[in-house]
């Protein structure tokens, strides 16, 4: 078998180099479908009309098309429109970020419509306002029903992130590429970086198991 | 204390409240009773506007409460509601779930919010409870916390909207018995309810209600030993 790893023993720190380009922008991209996801969310859940369209069209477009044409677009397409020239880590981060905050948005309300009804009657019943029934009566409840959903995207969303190696964005992924093309040899780099993707969600897995388990001891 | 005026309430075509017209006075206990689909809840939960009411009108003494201007968390501080399925908030203590409102609503102190819990939780037997989550109670337990949570706004009307009919039978009496007290604190009570015993003990008013009409009202005696319309004799007859 023609299987040789100590050819690509000089590359390992040029790949390795990538966990950290990886990491930077796929926690940039998470935090940014957070914020906005959590702002969808809840224009979803109010009894706003204006609101709760644009936020519906949004996640509808953004899950109803594939991510890299989302990419391809923000990265190659726009740029056309302004005369732009968008560098790799902003398209990354807002493909990324804006698909993100589709799903994270559907998590979030389906998370919060779970929650009784009665908790929200109650609340109002006592005269409780808006948000502080929000804050401290409906999202904490809440919370248990998004966090397994939510570390589930998070971990797809890092997974999914080799694709930014399209646009050209130094990542895991584009660097075991480049290391093949290199050495002729594809098998040792891309395994390596296999492992190293394995290591990352299982990581990003067992701190989601730790939380949940956190969450648990309140019941 | 409580007043309707023609009160009536449709979801989309099926009308469920048809002309409401009643006065409720102070002190008064009065079990609004019925067949199940009667309109009894939605009356009670229009009374504290959970419900938005179709048409008529409610007044709280002497304030219009239907109308737009009215800020109804405003109106709910005054009322209390005990639901048929209890609501408490699963991840507070019993304590915290008593003193919450009072400290965010009427932004009482947080160390007299809690002398007041404890006062109510006492008042209704539960004070080996106060640091017990909602789950490990029984339902009456659950039911009588509920109580103690309306309680700790203060109002001055309470509602209870079947209060005893989630629970298993050896838990009503301890419900009741709080409620028997309550009515003895001369507290302003609406109980929608099954329980006739209650009705006929405790109430000084029975409202019978049928296909959301109020078709009886009358004092307990003359409403159980002669109702005047046929539906009210043939309901008692049912469950009597």
């Known amino acids: ?219 | 204390m409580i007043k309707t005026m023609e009160l009536t309430k449709n979801f989309g075509e099926s009308i469920v409240l048809k002309n409401i017209t009643t006065t409720i006075n102070k002190g008064e206990v009065v079990a609004v009773i019925g067949p199940s689909g009667s309109g009894k809840s939605t009356f009670l939960r229009c009374l504290n506007l959970l419900e938005d009411p179709s048409s008529g009108h409610i007044w709280l003494k002497d304030e219009e409460i239907t109308s737009l201007k009215v800020n109804k968390l405003q109106v709910r501080k005054n009322i209390g509601m005990v639901f048929q399925h209890f609501h408490l908030f699963p991840h507070m203590t019993v304590l915290e779930n008593v003193m919450y409102a009072p400290v965010k609503v009427k932004h009482m102190k947080k160390e007299l919010a809690e002398k007041n819990a404890k006062e109510l939780l006492a008042r209704v037997g539960l004070i080996e409870k106060v640091e017990a989550y909602p789950n490990r109670l029984s339902g009456g337990q659950k039911q009588r916390v509920a109580i103690a949570r309306a309680l700790g706004m203060d109002p001055e009307i309470m509602l209870f909207d079947e209060p005893t009919s989630a629970l298993d039978p050896e838990m009503v009496k301890e419900v009741l018995d709080v409620m028997k007290d309550l009515a003895q604190t001369g507290m302003t009570m609406i109980v929608v309810t099954h329980e006739m015993n209650f009705a006929k003990e405790v109430a000084d008013k029975i409202i019978f209600m049928d296909e959301g009409k109020l078709m009886e009202e009358a004092e307990p005696q003359s409403f159980f030993k002669s109702p005047k319309t046929k539906r009210a004799k043939d309901f008692l007859a049912k469950v009597l």
């Not at chain 1, 720190?13 to 959590?38: W, Y």
């Not at chain 1, 109650?122 to 409780?128: S, V």
């Not at chain 1, 590429?177 to 394995?198: D, K, S, T």
């Open chain 1, 1 to 219: 078998m023609n299987l040789d790893f100590s050819q690509i023993v000089p590359s390992i720190p040029f790949i390795l180099e990538g966990i950290g380009a990886t990491l930077k922008f796929v926690s940039v991209s998470i935090l940014f479908g957070l914020l906005l996801g959590t702002i969808l969310a809840l224009c979803k859940i109010g009894n706003k009309k204006w609101l709760k369209w644009p936020a519906d069209i949004y996640t509808s477009i953004f899950r109803g098309t594939p991510l890299i044409l989302q990419l391809m677009i923000i990265h190659y397409a726009v740029p056309q429109l302004f005369l732009y020239d968008i560098p790799v880590f902003l398209s990354a981060v807002l493909a990324f970020g804006l698909n993100s905050a589709a799903y994270v948005s559907e998590i979030i309300r389906a998370g919060i419509m779970a929650v009784d009804k009665g908790q929200v009657e109650a609340a109002e019943a006592l005269g409780i306002p808006y948000r502080p029934m929000m804050a401290n009566i409906i999202l904490p409840q809440a919370l248990k029903n998004i966090l397994p959903a939510m570390m589930n995207e998070f971990i797809t969303l890092t997974k999914e992130s080799a694709l930014v190696s399209t646009i050209g964005y130094m990542d895991l992924m584009r660097r075991a590429e480049i290391v093949g093309a290199q050495l002729y040899r594809n098998f040792e780099p891309l395994l390596f970086a296999g492992v190293i993707y394995w290591v990352m969600i299982f990581i990003l897995t067992n701190i989601g198991s730790w939380v949940e388990r956190r969450l648990r001891q309140s019941d």
